[in-house]
């Protein structure tokens, strides 16, 4: 069997397939983020990006979204999205455990936090999986953090990263945060997430993949894509 390739050059081959990746500016508020990277778990962000227009139509803020009935929320989600039940009750739950510690659905004061502080407040939020608390911690507070979810790792594991082995969430994510600096982990993830959408599989050094997409083939093209950047919030009158 061959040798795994290491995960810098993994990266600067996803590198040379989807262009460099630039990060957004982060929201004022992370809880945007957190929203956001509640429906960019197990999905892809075209499905993130159309549920979150739906929540958006449908209420007047996340504080309504709050309140909304898990079959509201699945309604909003919509009843294909990946894992739509246990995302309805899980980010209820969430943004009700942020609610009562804040009185607001809000997660402004993280940015003034430590960091250690702010990724251990995220990760003690009732009902959050790690890759959004890890998600928030790189996306909107500048923290180093790698995040992961099954379906990435999945593609990794196929795509030979980890040689013959299939490691678990814990193991991979520990793996590739050791291998990853703070200064490219926002990239890498933007990377691995554009790569994800394209359905993975192997990449060559000069960037090929292949199994190629209609989707892959057209980011080649463009040099810096904002990938997996949450949308605008809407502005409230």
């Known amino acids: 069997m061959s040798k795994p390739p290491s995960v810098e050059s993994f990266l600067r081959s996803l590198r040379a397939a989807f262009g460099a990746q630039e990060a957004p500016e982060p929201p004022a508020d992370p809880i945007d983020e957190f929203v956001w990277s509640f429906l960019l778990w197990e999905a892809t962000p075209t499905k993130a990006t159309h549920a979150l227009r739906r929540i958006r139509a ?3 803020d996340f504080n309504e979204f709050r309140v909304s009935l898990p079959g509201e929320i699945r309604a909003m ?3 294909r999205y990946p894992l739509v039940d246990v995302r309805a009750v899980r980010l209820r739950a969430a943004l009700d455990d942020i609610y009562r510690r804040e009185h607001a659905v809000s ?5 003034a936090m430590p960091k250690r502080e702010s990724r251990a407040y995220l990760d ?3 009902a959050t999986p790690p890759y959004v608390a890890a998600r928030v911690q790189l996306m909107a507070l500048g923290g180093h953090a790698v995040p992961l979810d099954q379906r990435t790792l999945g593609l990794l594991v196929e795509a030979g990263l980890f ?3 299939a490691p678990t969430l814990e193991a991979a994510t520990a793996t590739l945060s050791r291998a990853i600096k703070a200064e490219d982990a926002a990239e890498a993830h933007l990377l691995l997430t554009a790569w994800a959408e394209a359905g993975g599989g192997p990449v060559s050094r000069s960037g090929r993949r292949a199994k190629t997409s209609s989707r892959a083939r057209s980011t080649t093209t463009k040099k810096k894509k904002k990938t997996s950047a949450s949308p605008r919030p809407r502005k409230k009158g």
């Open 58 to 60: 449908e209420t007047v």
């Open 77 to 79: 989600l919509g009843e």
């Open 107 to 111: 997660l402004t004061r993280l940015t």
């Open 124 to 126: 003690s939020i009732e």
């Open 163 to 165: 040689g013959d082995t």
